[in-house]
């Protein structure tokens, strides 16, 4: 994990807090995910029962993930048979080792790059750096952020956090934007021109992968952009860096999966360019790179097979849960401090970090809190395309933190569950809360009890409790 | 999931009430007026001893085996008032109606407790989240009269909406109240952003949370009602101190409000 | 032809763990469907699949909602469509692809006066027009198919500023399915679903065309 990640360096209750205190950052995400929801909505409405869609979709990665190594297996001999390379990487160090031996070998000096959120997990850009490739990110919100020198706070629109002024000020101080522009159609037209010019110069391409399917030895880039099918068609070399759960074993499996995909991400029927490479350039054709690499990526994802938290590497990776999370709708993704925000992220960073830094499950404190992001409401399950019970697992996660929480929480619920298991103690325990209400405007100046009252007031309490109106006869 | 749209309740008679930690200790109102609402749809109502909390609060932080204890004692408690009789249990909160029928099981289950999760799904069959309940009564068995004019809106909860699917039946009984003027809200199925631990883990994105409601409340409504009590909570101390002149009513007491005489205060 | 790093070690550590994803909870997961469903388009209501008069105007309104330009035409591309075209877009300079519609319909434009070039890349990298045909046309999401395999190229679709795709009705399917489901290899290197021109919201998530490819997609269906 990179250092440059605020994950371990800031807590998660600050990070949200910054979040929550920048009104440009709020409305900037706030718009962006409302559209993305409204989007989608009418994208749905455009199908006959998607929730029947959704739920075999649930079944079939569950049936693709439950033959995992086989698929895989498959796939890699289909893409050897269609005459590319394949690299096994079981961490992104491997990986990163292999793209920059790559690039070395072929002598690259421009790497053009389609968005890849595997590749924000292992750090690519600054391993390519170090064997002096300039490696320049092509999608255009993510070039964006690779200028501003920021991470992206979306897995699909990594500069949703930004507007049009904050673009036009980063293209200014970085990209030598000379006459500023502010349009968003003149934004997109100076980042064409100058990013055309990349495309046309660069040796090597690197792309992520939507999808591996198995059955022909091809993988799947669903883009709006075109940058993709740019850097897999212009330079000598192209390697995907796939993770090894992004696969189907059936193009009829891959069908829904990509099917739904466009409708849930970006609210599209289709998304602009879904492209199915199989392969090198093919005979007699005139473009389309000499060598083709697929780079297939454990990093952690085989520790969460077989666990209760397996259903997380059903994710197709659309973002929809980001769009419709309450918590993410306030922060964006800067809050999560790591590659993958949202309800996604706060299941999925936990479960891969603890493989990175060598901590045990459940002890890597800094990663383990995300779970804590969410109130727990559901919108994120139910707007998934894969029906992934992403708070179940957030609960699954919390139970992992609870057993390494410090004595002081671990006591607190222990003493709370005693009295609270016998109606006698509870009843007292009630009555001393009534006894209590004359005490309570001071509770809020009490070590902590800031966190209710900066911002709110404290509830009244009652002058009886329930069963003592009962007891009376009151009720 | 455990919810059995099939349930018919239109014979019950006899309900046992689970008062809730929340309705027991700060909203005394809430249970009150559940138990008043009930006898005046002709239920007789107990509230079973020994009952204390569901266990949410230790549950959604993580400690499986506190919550257990917890819930133990109130599933034993319910249980007893089954045995005794009682057709229903009620439960005048979407989240703890949530907690008994979707996650006990599971809870008592990680617990250890396989017997207990065989009976913490039993008893889930007959477990009702209040207005759930009511609005499935025939519509003669709960007569409904007027209440003071007052512009109103309604908060869906998220685990009454998502988990337990009740989502029209509220504002279908609130349309059988003269008077009580429901209003559009378009942040009515949004969270408010308490979230139990949530609230006081990441204050500042709570009370953003419940900003983003309060901001979009449809000019001069006086009354938020719902079916949470705590999610009213959030909402009416965040509102407090905005200086918000709006007031926070459990649809339960509307309810009560609105019954024609005194039918349901005759214990 | 390669492979690097340790197949047998990486697939035994995910074999010894793979499995259906545990219960337990209270949302478990249900079994994988016999068949594999496939996506039931509202559009499509009604509509013979196996009729390519029938899909037509799925096609059209589907192409249309995806910013696309569709003309239908009854057999050659007429003159004066072409004309128009050439004339609405200010096209001086074109490539094509080797398929022989996209050949037929370069040599009308030299005709009337348009510079026209088999693909070349730094060619179509500067060109006005780019013309290609399409294997297939999906009524349902509006999306042409083009191949590399028979086009010749990868990114004879992508690189010019407009993108003409002659489509004949009869390749006209329902749905991506149609195209997607079956595929055997051999495989093109590439093959592309094309739904609609270039596009980015990334900035204020403001629609704008013609991000790195295409700004416009107009699509000449042959009946």
């Given at each position: 994990m990179s250092n440059e990640w605020p994950l371990r360096s800031s807590t998660l209750r600050e990070r949200s807090a910054t979040a929550v205190g920048d009104p440009v950052l709020r409305a900037n995400v706030g718009a962006a995910t409302d559209r993305f929801r409204t989007k989608r909505t009418s994208a749905l409405a455009r199908l006959h029962d998607p929730d029947a869609l959704r739920s075999a979709a649930r079944g079939?990665?569950?049936?693709?993930?439950?033959?995992?190594a086989a698929t895989l297996e498959l796939l890699a001999d289909n893409v050897q048979a269609n005459g590319g390379h394949v690299c096994w990487a079981p961490t992104g160090a491997d990986a990163n080792d292999y793209i920059a031996s790559v690039a070395q070998r072929i002598g690259a000096r421009t790497v053009v790059k389609s968005k890849s959120m595997a590749t924000e997990e292992t750090g690519l850009n600054e391993a390519l750096a170090a064997v002096g490739c300039d490696t320049v990110e092509t999608d255009l919100g993510e070039w964006i952020i690779q200028l501003a020198e920021e991470?992206?706070?979306?897995?699909?629109?990594?500069?949703?956090?930004?507007?049009?002024?904050?673009?036009?000020?980063?293209?200014?101080?970085?990209?030598?934007?000379?006459e500023r522009v502010t349009e968003p159609t003149?934004?997109?037209?100076?980042?064409?021109?100058?990013?055309?010019?990349?495309?046309?110069?660069?040796?090597?391409?690197?792309?992520?992968?939507?999808?591996?399917?198995?059955?022909?030895?091809?993988?799947?880039?669903?883009?709006?952009?075109?940058?993709?099918?740019?850097?897999?068609?212009?330079?000598?070399?192209?390697?995907?860096?796939?993770?090894?759960?992004?696969?189907?074993?059936?193009?009829?499996?891959?069908?829904?999966?990509?099917?739904?995909?466009?409708?849930?991400?970006?609210?599209?029927?289709?998304?602009?360019?879904?492209?199915?490479l199989s392969g090198p350039r093919g005979e007699d054709e005139a473009d389309g790179p000499d060598e083709f690499h697929l780079v297939i990526l454990d990093n952690g994802r085989s520790d969460i097979a077989g666990t209760e938290f397996a259903e997380m590497l059903n994710c197709i990776r659309c973002g929809s849960c980001l769009n419709v999370c309450p918590v993410y709708h306030q922060t964006g993704g800067h809050a999560y401090g790591w590659v993958y925000p949202g309800p996604m992220g706060a299941v999925l960073t936990p479960l891969l970090a603890s493989q990175q830094t060598g901590h045990g499950p459940g002890e890597d404190h800094h990663a383990g809190e995300l779970a804590n992001a969410s109130t727990l409401c559901g919108a994120c399950m139910e707007a998934c395309p894969v029906e992934i019970p992403l708070q179940d697992l957030l609960l699954g996660l919390r139970r992992r933190n609870a057993e390494h929480a410090g004595l002081a929480e671990r006591s607190m619920w222990r003493a709370w569950a005693a009295a609270w298991s016998r109606p006698g103690a509870y009843g007292a325990s009630a009555t001393v809360a009534t006894k209590a209400r004359r005490l309570a405007p001071l509770l809020g100046r009490l070590p902590g009890g800031s966190r209710w009252t900066d911002g709110r007031d404290l509830p009244d309490l009652p002058a009886r409790t329930f069963r003592q109106r009962w007891d009376a006869g009151d009720v | 999931m455990s919810d059995a749209p099939d349930r018919r309740p239109d014979g019950v008679e006899r309900v046992a009430l689970f008062v809730t930690c929340v309705g027991e200790l700060v909203e005394p109102d809430v249970p009150v007026a559940a138990v008043r609402v009930l006898r005046a749809a002709g239920c007789d109502v107990d509230v079973p001893e020994g009952q204390t909390c569901c266990g949410q609060p230790a549950w959604n932080s993580g400690f499986t085996a506190d919550a257990a204890k917890v819930a133990g004692t109130s599933?034993?408690?319910?249980?007893?008032?089954?045995?005794?009789?009682?057709?229903?249990?009620?439960?005048?909160?979407?989240?703890?109606?949530?907690?008994?029928r979707v996650y006990w099981p599971q809870l008592f289950s990680l617990a250890g407790d396989e017997a207990a999760s065989d009976r913490a799904r039993a008893l889930g069959e007959r477990v009702w989240e209040l207005t759930e309940l009511l609005d499935a009564l025939p519509d003669e068995r709960l007569g409904l009269g007027s209440v003071e004019p007052?512009?109103?809106?309604?908060?869906?909860?998220?685990?009454?909406?998502?988990?337990?699917?009740?989502?029209?039946?509220?504002?279908?009984l609130l349309a059988r109240v003269d008077g009580?003027?429901?209003?559009?809200?378009?942040?009515?199925?949004?969270?408010?952003?308490?979230?139990?631990?949530?609230?006081?883990?990441?204050?500042?994105?709570?009370?953003?949370?419940?900003?983003?409601?309060?901001?979009?409340?449809?000019?001069?409504?006086?009354?938020i009602v719902g079916a949470d009590a705590s999610c009213l909570m959030q909402l009416?101390?965040?509102?407090?101190?905005?200086?918000?002149?709006?007031?926070?009513?459990?649809?339960?007491?509307?309810?009560?409000?609105?019954?024609?005489?005194?039918?349901?205060?005759?214990? | 032809m390669s492979e690097h790093g340790d197949r047998a070690a990486f697939l035994d550590r995910i074999r010894s763990r793979q499995g259906r994803p545990p219960g337990g909870g209270p949302h478990p997961p249900p079994p994988a469907?016999?068949?594999?469903?496939?996506?039931?388009?509202?559009?499509?209501?009604?509509?013979?699949?196996?009729?390519?008069?029938?899909?037509?105007?799925?096609?059209?309104?589907?192409?249309?909602?995806?910013?696309?330009?569709?003309?239908?035409?009854?057999?050659?591309?007429?003159?004066?469509?072409?004309?128009?075209?050439?004339?609405?877009?200010?096209?001086r300079t074109a490539v094509t692809s080797r398929e022989p519609e996209a050949v037929a319909l370069g040599g009308a434009l030299a005709a009337a006066g348009v510079s026209v070039a088999p693909y070349d890349r730094e060619v179509a990298a500067a060109a006005d027009l780019a013309i290609t045909s399409a294997t297939h046309g999906i009524a349902a999401t509006g999306s042409v198919v083009v191949d590399s395999a028979s086009a010749g190229s990868r990114a004879v679709s992508l690189l010019a500023k407009l993108h003409l795709c002659v489509l004949p009705m009869t390749r006209l399917v329902a749905s991506h399915a149609d195209v997607l489901r079956g595929q055997q290899r051999p495989m093109p290197s590439g093959r592309v679903l094309i739904t609609g021109p270039s596009r980015t919201g990334d900035i204020e998530q403001r629609l704008t065309l013609g991000a790195h490819g295409p700004v416009a997609l107009h699509i000449v269906v042959v009946r």
């Open positions: 079939v990665r569950g049936d693709i993930l439950a033959d995992w991470h992206p706070s979306h897995i699909i629109a990594p500069a949703m956090h930004k507007n049009r002024d904050q673009v036009a000020d980063t293209f200014e101080a970085k990209a030598g934007m000379t003149e934004l997109v037209a100076f980042a064409r021109r100058e990013l055309r010019r990349r495309f046309l110069e660069a040796d090597l391409g690197i792309t992520g992968a939507n999808l591996g399917v198995a059955e022909t030895g091809s993988i799947v880039l669903v883009t709006n952009e075109g940058n993709a099918r740019m850097v897999t068609s212009m330079p000598r070399v192209h390697i995907a860096v796939m993770g090894a759960e992004r696969i189907a074993r059936t193009w009829d499996q891959a069908d829904l999966v990509l099917g739904l995909l466009a409708k849930f991400g970006t609210g599209q029927t289709l998304s602009s360019y879904t492209t199915v | 599933l034993d408690a319910l249980e007893r008032a089954v045995a005794d009789g009682a057709e229903a249990v009620v439960v005048p909160a979407g989240s703890c109606a949530t907690m008994i007052c512009a109103a809106v309604y908060h869906r909860s998220c685990h009454m909406l998502r988990e337990l699917h009740v989502a029209e039946q509220p504002e279908a009580c003027v429901v209003a559009e809200w378009a942040a009515a199925d949004q969270c408010c952003g308490f979230g139990g631990t949530f609230s006081v883990k990441l204050p500042e994105a709570s009370v953003a949370m419940a900003d983003e409601k309060l901001d979009v409340l449809p000019e001069g409504t006086e009354v009416r101390t965040r509102a407090g101190a905005r200086g918000m002149q709006v007031r926070t009513e459990h649809i339960a007491q509307v309810l009560e409000r609105a019954l024609p005489d005194d039918r349901g205060a005759d214990a | 469907p016999d068949v594999v469903p496939e996506l039931a388009y509202r559009t499509l209501d009604g509509v013979d699949h196996d009729d390519p008069f029938a899909l037509l105007p799925v096609f059209v309104a589907a192409a249309r909602a995806a910013e696309a330009t569709v003309d239908v035409v009854d057999d050659e591309v007429p003159a004066e469509l072409l004309l128009r075209f050439v004339g609405d877009h200010d096209v």
